[in-house]
């Protein structure tokens, strides 16, 4: 406010700034070790766990058919998916990264797993069961090598060495494609049941985004609850199309994909059924199956590390230190041999979108998180009642993961702040490695097997295909390679990409948060102390 000649007083306008950069999101109701209130800690972690149940599902209903089994070993390879998730969640949130993460099952051991399952020894087994058994047994075997390579690489502090590398201009498209390269687990699984899937679309948008405007709360409940309002609305709808036989007619696949009574889990699973090691047999071993398995557990640490870096950002936490990131990394590596000794068909990652649930419910309590690994544990044990949420058409969680994958890759996004987009260098390492993200893994997902499998041992374009065909590694990978070649020993290209100002998140004691977010328990850190 200033005087002009006359004696008036002028007041003058603020002018617009720009956001400040906040190293720690600002927002989040309850970070990672301010726990909400039991009652509603209890309902989010059962939210998260309902989550957990669209890959736990999916990736079961894919291999079990091709193997031999039918819906009771279908049924016990869920629960025993469900089973060990459980305790990897409670494991990873207590003793490995001590982030919100939630672990279920990779995606990415799809290809290297069929691969076993087509193996042409198994078809001298005529019986199905046999050969299912036989199968399990193999992958059991592959599983206990590349699980035993991830806890070395873990432990051991490789992958450490190899994450303190990345400055916030890297992380932007690892993070990003963590979330965006999950994109046909969304709406191409929705739209094999549009009718059921785009209506939970609008619902679970509508309710999370738009629906306070109509009506006000005292409590956050429409965006904190928005899992369960729409899994409720869309799954009762789904029931009434079943029951009034609008799928009488329709295609097989069709009928799979939006009836509510084609899991086949209810009938399926026991009442009680507790998981034990090797409940398939011993595991059997061949090496050429053990590599492309290998890869695929390299794989796996890179979406658990863009997911780790999405969950403390949305947990209100520091940057994960490279230490700390391989510790986690190590823990993978404990649950995926879990996985393998429990006959789990796949190994194990951090599942994105439950990070990105963090960011819908602007709750990123450890908490909520190990009271889901409670979920986990108790229905896979009590098959009939988790058999019950496990027949949610997949649809509706394919709709869910649109909205959910999405924040995560904002989590990337949001470490743009932090770089200089100013710098033609800045643009020229984004846009390429968003670019190449893209367009490598369509390539090999489009044309690789069609004019290399003939000629080329199954096991060396398995592991090609597993590397090559995963949006976040490809992605990364050019970034880091680009950010760490072209700033070399060039100060303004560091600070274009903020590389000195990340160089206090490298290690562990250089920031005094980190003690709060990220310490072992029962003074833990003082035997395995974290650099």
């Known amino acids: 406010m200033s005087q002009n000649d006359g004696g008036a007083l002028k007041i003058e306008e603020a002018k617009p700034t720009a956001p400040p950069v906040k190293e720690q999101l600002p927002g989040i109701q309850y970070c990672i070790n301010s726990p909400p209130p039991w009652r509603e800690a209890v309902i989010l972690g059962f939210q998260h766990y309902l989550l957990t149940l669209g890959i736990t599902v999916l990736i079961p209903t894919i291999i079990v058919p091709q193997m ?22 409670f494991l990873q949130s ?62 051991f502090g490789f992958w450490r060495n190899a994450v303190r590398f990345l400055s916030p201009l890297s992380v932007v498209p690892y993070v990003t494609f963590t979330g965006l390269g999950l994109y046909q687990l969304g709406f191409p699984m929705l739209a094999n049941c549009v009718e059921i899937g785009l209506p ?11 629906l306070h405007r109509y009506i006000s709360t005292v409590r956050p409940i429409h965006d904190r609850y928005a899992v369960l309002f729409t899994v409720a609305i869309a799954w009762l709808f789904a029931q009434l199309l079943t029951t009034s036989t609008a799928y009488n ?29 090797f409940q398939w047999g011993p595991p059997t071993f061949n090496v050429l199956e053990a590599f492309p398995m290998m890869a695929a557990s390299i794989v796996s640490l890179f979406e658990f590390s863009g997911t780790s870096y999405a969950a403390a950002r949305y947990g209100s936490a520091t940057p994960v230190p490279p230490s700390i990131i391989s510790r986690g990394a190590g823990w993978v590596g404990v649950g995926a041999f879990l996985s393998a000794i429990f006959g789990c ?44 949420f496990a027949s949610v058409p997949f649809p509706i969680i394919a709709a869910l993961y649109c909205v959910l994958f999405g924040y995560v890759s904002s989590a990337g996004l949001g470490f743009l702040q932090f770089c200089n987009l100013n710098s033609f260098r800045t643009k020229f390492v984004l846009g390429f490695s968003f670019f190449l993200g893209i367009s ?30 995963s949006h976040v590694t490809v992605a990364a990978l050019v970034a880091l390679i680009l950010d760490l070649t072209l700033s070399g020993d060039d100060d303004a290209a560091k600070n274009d990409s903020s590389l000195k100002w990340w160089e206090k998140f490298s290690l562990y004691s250089s920031d005094v948060r980190n003690d709060e977010f990220y310490s072992l328990p029962c003074r833990l850190n003082e035997l395995f102390p974290s650099l």
Not at 113 to 139: C, K, W
Request: aromatic share 14%; charged share 10%.
């Open 440 to 469: 490598i893994p369509q390539y090999f997902s489009q044309y690789f097997y069609v004019k290399h499998e003939q000629g080329s041992p199954r096991w060396l374009c398995d592991i090609v295909s597993v590397i090559f065909m």
């Open 200 to 210: 939970a679309l609008i619902i679970m948008v509508f309710i999370s985004q738009y």
């Open 249 to 277: 007619h329709k295609s097989e696949s069709t009928q799979n994909s939006c009836r509510t009574d084609r899991a086949g889990l209810i009938t399926s699973a026991k009442w009680v059924y507790l998981p034990y090691p």
């Open 68 to 89: 031999g089994g039918g819906n009771v070993e279908k049924a016990k390879v869920i629960q025993s998916l469900l089973f060990v998730s459980g305790l990897n969640t």
């Open 94 to 155: 207590l003793f490995g990264t001590r982030l919100p993460i939630v672990v279920v099952g990779s995606y990415t051991y799809i290809i290297p797993i069929l691969s076993i399952v087509q193996a042409s020894r198994y078809n001298a087994y005529s019986d199905p069961y046999e050969r299912f058994t036989m199968t399990m047994r193999g992958i059991q075997g592959a599983l206990i090598i590349s699980s035993s390579f991830q806890i070395a690489i873990g432990f």
């Open 345 to 388: 068909v796949t190994g194990t990652t951090a599942s994105a979108e439950n990070a990105g649930l963090l960011a819908l419910t602007k709750v990123g309590s450890r908490r909520v998180i190990q009271i889901s690994s409670g979920f986990m544990i108790f229905f896979s044990i009590f098959g009939k009642f988790g058999a019950v």
